[in-house]
């Protein structure tokens, strides 16, 4: 009895893994009107510099001293309202602006424009 139990479950945990490993899953891929680099020329300059320097009389901070995972995790911050993950800033202005940008076309995916800003401040 107990060996048709354990034959039972093993075939139950089989068709489990097996129809999970089956399901076809499409990661939407989303399409963005502009590139990082025009996103970042467009817009980003302006307050952080072209280098990443940042500006005193605007408040914005030195960006060109984060590696590429800080510069991730505070555009991510940004982008999605403030999940208080980044790498210690805080960004209420930006978060607010980051908004008004997305709605006029400004919209990015954070890992490239991550990388495009640390290849660009460290050429």
Do not use: R, W
Not at 60 to 84: F, R
């Amino acid at each position: 009895m107990t060996n048709k139990i354990t034959a039972i479950t093993i075939s139950a945990i089989a068709t489990i893994a097996f129809t999970a490993c089956g399901t076809n899953k499409h990661e939407e891929v989303k399409t963005y009107k502009m590139s990082a680099a025009e996103v970042f020329q467009a817009s980003c300059i302006k307050c952080h510099g072209a280098n990443g320097e940042g500006n005193p009389e605007k408040k914005t901070p030195k960006i060109s001293d984060k590696t590429i995972g800080e510069l991730e995790q505070d555009i991510y911050d940004v982008k999605n309202g403030g999940s208080n993950q980044s790498s210690g800033t805080t960004h209420t202005v930006m978060e607010h602006n980051m908004q008004k940008l997305i709605e006029k076309g400004y919209d990015y995916d954070t890992k490239v424009m991550a990388t495009y800003m640390y290849e660009t401040f460290h050429k």
